[in-house]
């Protein structure tokens, strides 16, 4: 079986195996609206002060990447009992690759944060228009395709760390990444520096079409440099429980 066909198939299994439990992606992108529309409608129309602007990239830089991670038994059981090590080691036990199981997990992301962040930025196009903000709608796709490739971006970095290392190293990482994107909101909006997700928007609707290339651009490598990153890390981690 060929590297995309094998990979294709790591992939299909792993979203069949999780089909229900996307319920709870749609749950928790409900409850982002409840946050993100009113802060991103005061921010577009100046409105916000220190704490919506930090709060709302704080959020944005936070959490969008991590609509792409269905939230599982593995994912639960990752710091209590190395879900991740455990899984991966099993499929190291067949005639599966390493370089097929990276590609096979990039591939289940893009596909997992494509259709949770089409949802996510259409129900907040729809609901943000109904409360006056006053966007078209192609601006609003490519302010959409420009947090895609950030995403993709941060989201290749949280696989490598999932695949890479131990649930309790991976869940480290976490909370000092998490540490690292509060501190830099705070210190943006309480030095008066500006609001990225307003930035992004205003300049998105001013002409500004260059932003999602780039940031699509900037995804799309990182994911195929990712594979290959995963790839060598899979061939040299231990898989000790």
Known sequence: ???????????????????????????????????????????????????????????????????????????????????????????????????QIALGRIIQLAIVLFAAQLIFFLLQFIIARNMGVDISALSFVLYGASWFGYSLTMGTGYVYWELGHSGKTYFFFNITYLAFLLIFSISLAFLDIGNIVSSSLHAIENGSWWLPIITLTIGVAAAFLGVKRIENRLEKRTYRA
């Not at 590297?3 to 992606?25: G, V």
């Not at 993100?36 to 919506?52: A, C, Q, Y």
């Not at 593995?74 to 005639?95: D, F, G, V």
């Open 1 to 99: 079986m060929g590297l995309w066909k094998s990979a294709w198939y790591l992939a299909k299994h792993e979203l069949a195996k999780d089909r229900w439990k996307s319920l709870f992606t749609l749950f928790f992108i409900g409850y982002l609206l409840l946050f993100t529309v009113p802060l991103m409608r005061d921010g577009f129309i100046g409105e916000n002060g220190p704490f919506g602007n930090w709060s709302l990239d704080f959020i944005y830089l936070s959490i969008l990447p991590v609509l792409g991670f269905i939230a599982n038994k593995t994912m639960m059981r990752s710091w209590k009992e190395n879900s991740y090590t455990r899984k991966i080691a099993q499929w190291r036990t067949l005639p599966i690759s390493s370089k």
